[in-house]
C-alpha cells in the first residue's frame, strides 16, 4: 500500500479561500483530461500519488469528466480507495454538474432535480459519502438562480458535499447567487473560472466581486492547456492535448501566439523556472486561491509544483510579461 510522504506539507502553501474556514493548496490538481476510460490505471494513480506527495490537496473532478462522461470520477474513486484511503480527511475533492450528462429534461443545466441527482451518482461513482466542494458548473438562463441555491443549500444541509461553488458564472450572475446563498445561510465559498496569460477576463470585475462577496478564486487552465509551457514550440508532439483533445485542436495553435510564448518561454529562462512553472507563479502572484493544473504525467505535476521556489516577480519583469502579451 502506498504511503505518503511525510514532507508533503512543506514546501506547499495553503491558501484561506475567500472569509472561509477551508484552506486550499496553491496548486490543485484537475482530472478534466488524462483519467478517463480509455487512460492508463497506473499513470493516473501516479499522478495522484506525486500530487499528495508534493503536498497538493485538492482534487478536482465534474461528472461529465471523461470520456466517458463519469469514468474520471470512477478512476479517481479506485485510486482513493487503493492508494488514498487512509488520507481521506486530508484530501479535499470537489465535483459539478451543470453541463449535459444523461438524456432527457433532468440531465444537464441547474434544476434541483439534475444536481441533486448528479451529485448522488457522482458520490456512488467515487464511493463516497460526501464531496468537499460541490459546484454548479455554469449558469442556467431557464431554471430561477433561487432554485439553484436551494439545491445547493440542501446538498450542504444534507451532508452531501460540505461547501458550494459556482463556476463560469458572470460577475453580475455572481453577485446574485452569492447574496441568495448568503440569506439561505450556505454561503458561496468558492468561484472556478478560467484564467492564465492568455485569458484575462477574471481580472477587474469578477475579481473585485469575489474580494467584496469574501468567495475564493480558483482558475482553471493555468498553462492554457499546455500553450503557456515549451510543449508546442517546435510543433506538436506526439500524444500532447492537441492530438487527441476537441478542446485543443492544432488549427487553435496560431504562429502569433507561439511567438508570444517563445518570448515568455526566454523570460521564464531568465528567472531560473520553467514556462510552466512560471506561468504558475504568475496566476498566484496575488490573491487567487489556488490553481487547477491538468497532467498527463507525474513528472509534469512535479515540475509544476517547483513553481512555488520562485513566486516573486520584479516590477521590470511584470512589465515585459505585459509587453510581450500585447
Ligand atoms: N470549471 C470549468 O468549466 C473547467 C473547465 C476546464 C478545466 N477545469 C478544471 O481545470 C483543470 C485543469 O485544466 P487543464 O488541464 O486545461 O489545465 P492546464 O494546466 O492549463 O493544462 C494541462 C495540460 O498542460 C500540459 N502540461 C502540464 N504541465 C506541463 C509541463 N510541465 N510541461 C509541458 N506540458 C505540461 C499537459 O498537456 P499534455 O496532455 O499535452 O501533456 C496537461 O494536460 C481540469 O482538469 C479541470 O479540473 C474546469
Known amino acids: 500500500m502506498y ?40 499513470n493516473m494513480a501516479d499522478m495522484v500519488k506525486a500530487a499528495f506527495d508534493g503536498g497538493i490537496t485538492h482534487f478536482d473532478l465534474a461528472n461529465n469528466y471523461g470520456p466517458y462522461p463519469g469514468s474520471a470520477e470512477e478512476n479517481f474513486g479506485r485510486i482513493l480507495k487503493n492508494e488514498l484511503s487512509p488520507y481521506r480527511d486530508e484530501i479535499i475533492i470537489s465535483t459539478k454538474a451543470g453541463y449535459e450528462m444523461w438524456d432527457g429534461p433532468y ?26 466542494i460541490f459546484y454548479h458548473h455554469r449558469p442556467d438562463p431557464e431554471t430561477p438562480m433561487e432554485e439553484t441555491a ?51 477576463l477574471f481580472e477587474g470585475r469578477l475579481e473585485n466581486v469575489l474580494s467584496y462577496e469574501g468567495i475564493g478564486s480558483i482558475a482553471f487552465c493555468p498553462l492554457a492547456q499546455g500553450l503557456l509551457t515549451d510543449k508546442y514550440l517546435k510543433g506538436i508532439p506526439e500524444g500532447s492535448r492537441a492530438t487527441k483533445s476537441v478542446f ?22 531568465e528567472r531560473g523556472q520553467s514556462l510552466a512553472q512560471m506561468a504558475v507563479a504568475w496566476n498566484l502572484r496575488g490573491g487567487l486561491t489556488s490553481v487547477i493544473i491538468g497532467a498527463s504525467r507525474a513528472s509534469q505535476i512535479v515540475e509544476n509544483i517547483k513553481a512555488l521556489d520562485n513566486m516573486k516577480f520584479s516590477d521590470d519583469e511584470l512589465n515585459k510579461i505585459e509587453e510581450i502579451l500585447k
Open 3 to 42: 504511503k505518503a510522504n511525510d514532507d508533503r506539507y512543506k514546501n506547499m502553501q495553503y491558501r484561506r479561500c475567500g472569509r472561509s474556514g477551508l484552506k486550499l493548496s496553491a496548486l490543485s490538481l484537475g482530472m478534466w483530461h488524462n483519467f478517463g476510460s480509455r487512460d492508463n490505471y497506473d
Open 107 to 132: 440531465g444537464n443545466w441547474g434544476s434541483r432535480k439534475y444536481l441533486v441527482s448528479s451529485l448522488d451518482q457522482s458520490l456512488r461513482r467515487m464511493g463516497l459519502d460526501y464531496v468537499d
Open 150 to 200: 436551494a439545491a445547493l443549500d440542501y446538498i450542504v444541509r444534507s451532508g452531501k458535499a460540505l461547501y458550494a461553488g459556482i463556476s463560469n458564472y458572470s460577475p453580475e450572475q455572481t453577485k446574485k447567487m452569492a447574496g441568495i446563498m448568503r440569506r439561505m445561510g450556505t454561503p458561496l465559498v468558492i468561484h472556478q473560472m478560467r484564467y492564465n496569460m492568455y485569458d484575462r
Open 248 to 269: 485543443l485542436t492544432p488549427d487553435k495553435i496560431k504562429d502569433e501566439q507561439l511567438k508570444k510564448t517563445a518570448a515568455l518561454n526566454e523570460l521564464a529562462k
